[in-house]
């Protein structure tokens, strides 16, 4: 039962820990400006949104960058 208990908590630590370590390592790469780095999940939870909407911010800033840059060139 202990090892049952062990176990179940270990699997629960890391479905919290493994998205937030992405999130952070995206947030990490965004803050140096690597803005090609993208995030991936096929979570249908909170943290998968929370990865899908890092993943479309990023987009949208690289987005926004190349159309800023493509005006200045203009």
Do not use: C, W
């Not at 820990?17 to 965004?30: F, Y």
Request: no cysteine; net charge neutral; hydrophobic share 40%.
């Amino acid at each position: 039962a202990i090892g049952l208990a062990v176990g179940l908590s270990i699997a629960l630590l890391r479905s919290i820990t493994n998205p937030l370590e992405q999130v952070g390592q995206a947030m990490n790469r965004l803050a140096n400006g690597d803005l090609t780095y993208r995030v991936h999940s096929s979570r249908g939870d909170e943290f998968g949104r929370l990865l899908a909407s890092m993943d479309g911010t990023m987009n949208r800033l690289s987005d926004t960058l190349a159309k800023v840059l493509g005006t200045s060139e203009s």
